[in-house]
T-cell receptor
Framework: DTGVSQNPRHKITKRGQNVTFRCDPI?????LYWYRQTLGQGPEFLTY????????KSRLLSDRFSAERPKGSFSTLEIQRTEQGDSAMYLC????????????????FGPGTRLLVL | AQKVTQAQTEISVVEKEDVTLDCVYE???????LFWYKQPPSGELVFLIR??????QNEISGRYSWNFQKSTSSFNFTITASQVVDSAVYFC??????????????FGSGTRLLVRP
């Protein structure tokens, strides 16, 4: 069994370019999350998918950001017209949700994609 | 608002010393969950423990132990007989419910632990 994987691990781009990151969750995990982590800070929530449905988006997710999970398996996060402020580590997490419950399942994180916008 | 505070930015200890990482949280929820994650230099967040708000029993797992005190809104983490491999950034996190019974994590800013040989 493999954990959450993310590609690429590192990305350097010039301001104004578009970038796309991929996340492959743990097999059969129906819930998928994206977080962003800037230097010296903890991760911040960006968005959440239950299967293929995007159910929650943070105010941090500007119009330039779009995320998809077309078949309820892998997910992509695209940033259009990148800005230097987008430089950060983008983390993906997945979990196995069992429906309404008082006991939330654990989120397991991938290694992240480190983005540097020049 | 939900908030997690890790006041210790960086801690340096010598191997075999005990070290406690502090975590204080604020929440308006009556039911919530607290987590600790470890982030080694490789960058991946590694899950360590989850604790729910109804269970204030302390927990021990090998050299790790956790002290949850609801009265002071704290969830502290102690490493006994620290080792060089414990060097990492440690994050405390609080659950915040989403509409469909899932949740997002609210993280503190982390404590960098350096264990020197």
């Amino acid at each position: 069994d493999t954990g959450v994987s993310q590609n690429p691990r590192h990305k350097i781009t010039k301001r104004g370019q578009n970038v796309t990151f991929r996340c492959d969750p743990i097999s059969e995990h129906n819930r998928l999350y994206w977080y962003r982590q800037t230097l010296g800070q903890g991760p911040e929530f960006l968005t959440y998918f239950q299967n293929e449905a995007q159910l929650e988006k943070s105010r941090l997710l500007s119009d330039r950001f779009s995320a998809e999970r077309p078949k309820g398996s892998f997910s992509t996060l695209e940033i259009q017209r990148t800005e230097q402020g987008d430089s950060a580590m983008y983390l993906c997490a997945s979990s196995l949700g069992r429906g309404p419950t008082l006991s939330p399942e654990t989120q397991y994180f991938g290694p992240g994609t480190r983005l540097l916008v020049l | 608002a939900q908030k997690v505070t890790q006041a210790q930015t960086e801690i340096s200890v010598v191997e075999k010393e005990d070290v406690t990482l502090d975590c204080v949280y604020e929440t308006r929820d009556t039911t919530y969950y607290l987590f600790w994650y470890k982030q080694p230099p490789s960058g991946e967040l590694v899950f360590l423990i989850r604790r729910n708000s109804f269970d204030e029993q302390n927990e021990i797992s090998g050299r790790y132990s956790w002290n949850f005190q609801k009265s002071t809104s704290s969830f502290n983490f102690t490493i006994t007989a620290s080792q060089v491999v414990d060097s990492a950034v440690y994050f405390c996190a609080l659950s915040e419910a989403l509409l469909d019974s899932s949740y997002k994590l609210i993280f503190g800013s982390g404590t960098r632990l350096l264990v020197r040989p």
